[in-house]
């Protein structure tokens, strides 16, 4: 028996070659929990030969008598789930001394990502006060061991770690109901096992061209990645025109250490960034809906004399007039003049490099930049690392199951954070199709495009979530299974629209440019309307007091997605500090989720009284039963400031906004002080509405 044991050993080891991480944490002199995910046939089979003698596994009767031979290795007790006594069962053998493996979720994977915690293991934490060790399997789930048969590649010989957490207790609440205590212990569970997952997943110094370059042998290169309305391209195309785009503009970026893109969603921005990443360049994207002014300032702030544009794009977006401004003043390079010159010595060169899996050129700084949009007088460059952007590509992935077999539709800019890294970066180095459309606004084209295309996932801003929800037929959205909304407060009307129209839940989201973007998400598994969801995994969080506020405070945040730092017109780089001020104004639950209430700048002092300016909205919106609202502050000599709300709606009055606070007994502050009819409201290229436009044309008396 034991020759048989020490030989399935070996070749189960030489098989898969797992890679045992935190070992040494365990200590089963103690009775404890050693509680895994769940993703192949493999998993209790692997950690039987890796885990120390004294664990006893629990295994479900039916997978017992299917995995009878190997188990006959393993000190184990077989549990029927349905019978309501195997509770007892499992409580007598941690009683007796004994340390059990036993998975929460209670079956395989489907999904490639965690699924529910079942009670009975929490209940077992609970009743016992023992050690409990979170253990993050990864790579079973691509393994023929899995249940993920056409969701995604499958491999005989795939790579295979798992990572041992640090142990944690749970204490009973004798205030609490068991059933409560439960259902705590379950979230708890979830929670952890999440953020095991995600750290072991994370990298650091990272190249996302070389985690593109991972997800094509990962996925297959024939793997059809990226889709534009002219174009389609799969990994191993993706990657030559990578190599062939980056050794042209080798030369022609020598000593330039970031580079402005100027470019639309498209295959052609894809390619562009990519082929920057692997010549050790920074990119600045810049939007392309700003003035000239704006842009000049954008590249005075991040020092760019470069830029890389498409005549296309130019003649399509109508922006001849933006480059005769620019051209005075930088260097303009069009792809189609690199793509022309190209010979066929570099199609060549490019081919090899591809065939021989040419990593990124080494680079003290991978980074990116953006710009952030908001009143200051210039614009400041947000410096974003490979490693941020990673990680917030890992920390959404590890919270929402995605596969090979969904597509994602994105029409949020590349300029905007949220398009760039949720859009565009998560699908391509997570190995999904993406199509990308030039613009958010096309309300109508792009309903039809998510249905002709049969998107499964799309991201978007309530406005746009509006916009498309408005001009859709009802079955345009039959195949969207996920849809996020970010950038702004989702409308309740909106949420209530798509759920009505099409069936479809909308997720709400929240972040910032300076985060990568993601902070916090609802999801499947942890999901509460009107709060924006919880923090993404490997984040913390404190509220700093705001005085005049007494419920919640200033978000502040720090994590592994957190920004390099800020570029200042006329200063240049400034480090972020530990603790990222995200300027919002919040409150959270007890079970983690966060709700804003506001912007802190987007309050008005009326009569040294603190008033929400996002809660005047949110009132008027209750009012009247539509969104078509924003409010600003102007000056009063009197009051130090009073409100102005403005509305798309011709047919409200103020008197009417003031009868329903007074019936609903709001404070007579929230009574705006005058209401301004207005065609439509300002937009920012993220969608947001414009409110410095908004303020400016209130200070220019509305003309």
Not at 108 to 118: A, F, L, R
Not at 638 to 645: F, H
Not at 648 to 658: G, I, M, N, P
Request: net charge positive; with cysteine.
């Amino acid at each position: 028996m034991v020759l048989i044991h020490t030989f399935l050993k070996m070749i189960l080891m030489l098989w898969f070659r797992p890679r045992i991480n935190g070992l040494h944490k365990l200590d089963l002199s103690q009775p404890s929990l050693i509680i895994p995910n769940h993703v192949s046939l493999m998993d209790a089979v692997l950690l039987s030969f890796c885990l120390p003698k004294g664990a006893t596994f629990v295994v479900n009767t039916t997978i017992a008598k299917r995995f009878a031979f190997f188990l006959r290795f393993r000190k184990h007790i077989a549990i029927d789930p349905m019978n309501p006594y195997s509770i007892r069962h499992m409580l007598r053998v941690i009683r007796s001394g004994e340390t059990l493996v036993i998975f929460p979720e209670g079956r395989i994977t489907t999904t490639g990502s965690m699924m529910k915690i079942y009670s009975g293991v929490g209940y077992l934490a609970l009743r016992t006060g023992v050690n409990v060790y979170p253990v993050a399997i990864q790579g079973l789930e691509r393994s023929i061991f899995s249940y993920m048969k056409g969701k995604l590649l499958l491999s005989w010989f795939p790579d295979v770690t798992m990572t041992i957490g640090n142990p944690f207790t749970m204490e009973r609440d004798p205030n609490l109901s068991m059933r409560a205590q439960k259902a705590t212990a379950n979230d708890q569970i979830l929670q952890t096992l999440q953020n095991e997952l995600f750290q072991s997943r994370m990298k650091q110094n990272v190249n996302l061209f070389d985690e593109v370059l991972e997800a094509a042998r990962l996925n297959g290169a024939k793997l059809e990645i990226a889709k534009d309305l002219t174009s389609a391209i799969n990994y191993r195309t993706l990657l030559i025109g990578s190599y062939l785009l980056g050794n042209k503009l080798q030369s022609s970026l020598l000593g330039k250490p970031v580079v402005g893109v100027f470019l639309p969603n498209s295959v052609g921005h894809l390619v562009t960034l990519l082929s920057l990443f692997r010549i050790g360049k920074t990119p600045a994207i810049l939007n392309f809906s700003l003035g000239i002014r704006s842009l000049l300032d954008c590249c005075e702030t991040a020092q760019i004399d470069t830029i890389l544009t498409s005549r296309v794009f130019i003649e399509k977006g109508k922006l001849e007039h933006i480059i005769a401004g620019l051209e005075p003043h930088l260097k303009i390079i069009y792809l189609e003049d690199l793509k022309a010159s190209a010979t066929g010595f570099d199609k060549l060169a490019a081919l090899t490099r591809y065939l021989l899996k040419q990593k990124a050129s080494p680079a003290s700084d991978n980074e990116l930049i953006l710009f952030t949009s908001g009143s200051e007088s210039k614009p400041k460059g947000v410096v974003l690392t490979h490693t941020n952007l990673y990680a917030n590509i890992q920390q959404v992935t590890t919270v929402i199951d995605i596969t090979t077999r969904d597509k994602f539709f994105n029409a949020l800019p590349m300029f905007h954070s949220f398009g760039l890294t949720a859009g565009t970066l998560l699908p391509v180095v997570k190995g999904v199709p993406v199509y990308l459309y030039p613009s958010p606004l096309h309300y109508k084209a792009i309903s039809e495009l998510v249905y002709d295309q049969n998107a499964t996932i799309l991201f978007g801003t309530s406005t746009f979530m509006a916009g498309y929800g408005r001009m859709a037929h009802p079955y345009n959205f039959y195949s969207l299974r996920y849809v996020f909304a970010g950038a702004e407060k989702l409308k309740d009307d909106v949420r209530k629209l798509w759920m009505e129209k099409f069936g479809v839940r909308i997720f709400e989201g929240y972040g910032a440019t300076e985060t990568a973007p993601i902070l916090s998400l609802n999801t499947p598994l942890a999901n509460k309307p009107g709060t924006v969801g919880r923090l993404m995994p490997g984040m913390s969080y404190k509220l700093d007091a705001v005085s005049g506020i007494e419920e919640g405070g200033e978000l502040l945040v720090k994590g592994p997605n957190v920004m390099k730092g800020y570029l200042i017109h006329g200063k240049g780089f400034i480090p972020a500090e530990e603790w990222y001020h995200t300027g919002d104004l919040v409150t959270t639950d007890k079970d983690g989720f966060i709700s804003i209430q506001s912007r802190l700048k987007r309050f008005a002092k009326i009569g040294g009284e603190m008033v929400s300016l996002n809660l005047i909205e949110e009132l008027a919106m209750q009012c009247f039963g539509h969104s078509g609202f924003a409010a600003i502050t102007v000056n009063d000599p009197r009051k130090g400031e009073r409100v102005l709300l403005f509305t798309t709606d011709e047919t409200v009055a103020l008197s009417q906004l003031r009868a329903y606070l007074t019936e609903k007994q709001y404070s007579p502050l929230l009574i705006p002080g005058t209401m301004q009819v207005i065609k439509t409201l300002p937009l920012l290229g993220s969608g947001k509405t414009d409110y410095v436009t908004l303020k400016q044309l209130a200070e220019s008396g509305g003309k």
